[in-house]
């Protein structure tokens, strides 16, 4: 198998380079070489894709059995590179998210969930992160795809992840906290379901699906009521060795005191849709999802192996500070 994967060196290509290698797949990749730690092994193309010359160079390298853009985020500039790889390559997998879908998070969501209007062609002028533009964005580069590969599109949209090398922030800010012991301010109930997924597994998912020559969309994510917010904290607390203790706060009264879900208190929401994402069709075609323990126990030995997260503006985002959060365990014990 040859693969061509745009990226690479961030977090879910690092997963799917790793992963391809085990295969015995035959890997190259293609980014500007901007990021420290770029994996060993596959051959390197370096260029830019908002660049022309670089794309018809990058063409040249081919052919490729499949390309596996796990970064593209800009409609006109995914159109730009699948019209570019249009005759290099034989299929196109894009890696988009829940968020194409119109009715998340308010409504639970299937592969046949109606998504958000995009244009293929867009390109908002900016390449900074906006959460309400994300899921339009996304959409926009699926159907530039479609356009430019029909039925030979494969599309992954993943819920959550997290695991090693994640740079959002969610996991690493858990551990970290938790790691450092003491009253932890925790969102209740404790029993709240959710289901991100490890990165290692949309990563095995994907080129399983590559290998069966699988198209059209999956929804990837752990299943529906197997995981709790508990759970993830107390997995946290287990592979961390920490002697932390959890405040549960009702829920309600933390939106009432302003803080902020998804982010200030990282995963949080209060809308149960948010985690009610069907994955029947992934896993009836072969999806399994390790456990949260996993995901922390090997989040938690990148980072205390030295693992630095890529910079990026959405870290910044997320965790409560210090001072906040002892002002809210203060009000509830």
């Known amino acids: 198998m040859r693969i061509?994967?745009?990226g690479g060196s961030w977090f879910v290509g690092r997963a799917v380079v790793a992963d391809a290698i085990g295969r015995g797949w035959e890997v190259t990749l293609f980014n500007?070489?901007?990021?420290?730690?770029?994996?060993?092994?596959?051959?390197?193309?370096?260029?830019?894709?908002?660049?022309?010359?670089?794309?018809?160079?990058?063409?040249a390298h081919g052919p490729w059995d499949v390309v596996v853009d796990v970064a593209g985020a800009v409609p006109a500039v995914v159109r730009n590179v699948a019209r570019a790889l249009a005759s290099a390559a034989e299929r196109y997998v894009f890696m988009s998210t829940i968020s194409v879908y119109r009715d998340?998070?308010?409504?639970?969501?299937?592969?046949?969930?109606?998504?958000?209007?995009?244009?293929?062609?867009?390109?908002?002028?900016?390449?900074?992160?906006?959460?309400?533009?994300?899921?339009p964005l996304k959409v926009g580069c699926e159907l530039a795809i479609r356009r430019e590969f029909g039925d030979r599109a494969l599309f992954i949209r993943p819920h959550v992840i997290l695991g090693p090398g994640e740079y959002v922030g969610r996991l690493p800010w858990w551990l970290n906290r938790i790691s450092r012991g003491g009253h932890v301010l925790a969102p209740a109930p404790p029993g709240r379901a959710i289901q991100p997924v490890d990165v290692r597994d949309v990563a095995r998912f994907t080129l399983d699906m590559i290998a069966t020559n699988a198209t059209g969309p999956f929804n990837v994510a752990a299943p529906i009521g197997r995981d709790t917010f508990g759970g993830l904290l107390h997995a946290c607390r287990?592979?961390?060795?920490?002697?932390?203790?959890?405040?549960?706060?009702?829920?309600?009264?933390?939106?009432?005191?302003?803080?902020?879900?998804?982010?200030?208190?990282?995963?949080?929401?209060?809308?149960?849709?948010?985690?009610?994402?069907?994955?029947?069709?992934?896993?009836?075609?072969?999806?399994?999802?390790?456990?949260?323990?996993?995901?922390?126990?090997?989040?938690?030995?990148?980072?205390?192996?030295g693992g630095v997260p890529v910079a990026?503006?959405?870290?910044?985002?997320?965790?409560?500070?210090?001072?906040?959060?002892?002002?809210?365990?203060?009000?509830c014990l």
């Open 32 to 59: 500007r070489g901007r990021s420290a730690g770029a994996p060993e092994g596959p051959l390197h193309v370096r260029g830019d894709w908002e660049r022309a010359a670089d794309l018809a160079r990058l063409a």
């Open 104 to 135: 998340w998070p308010y409504q639970p969501v299937d592969e046949s969930s109606p998504l958000w209007d995009g244009d293929p062609d867009l390109d908002p002028g900016t390449r900074r992160w906006d959460p309400d533009a994300y899921g």
């Open 4 to 6: 061509l994967i745009l």
């Open 312 to 331: 990026h503006e959405r870290f910044a985002e997320h965790g409560i500070s210090v001072e906040r959060e002892a002002e809210l365990v203060a009000a």
């Open 238 to 305: 287990e592979v961390t060795g920490s002697t932390a203790e959890f405040v549960w706060a009702d829920e309600a009264w933390l939106a009432q005191q302003g803080v902020r879900e998804w982010t200030e208190i990282p995963l949080w929401r209060t809308l149960p849709t948010a985690w009610a994402m069907n994955t029947d069709k992934a896993r009836q075609a072969g999806l399994t999802c390790r456990s949260l323990q996993e995901t922390a126990a090997a989040t938690w030995h990148w980072l205390q192996g």
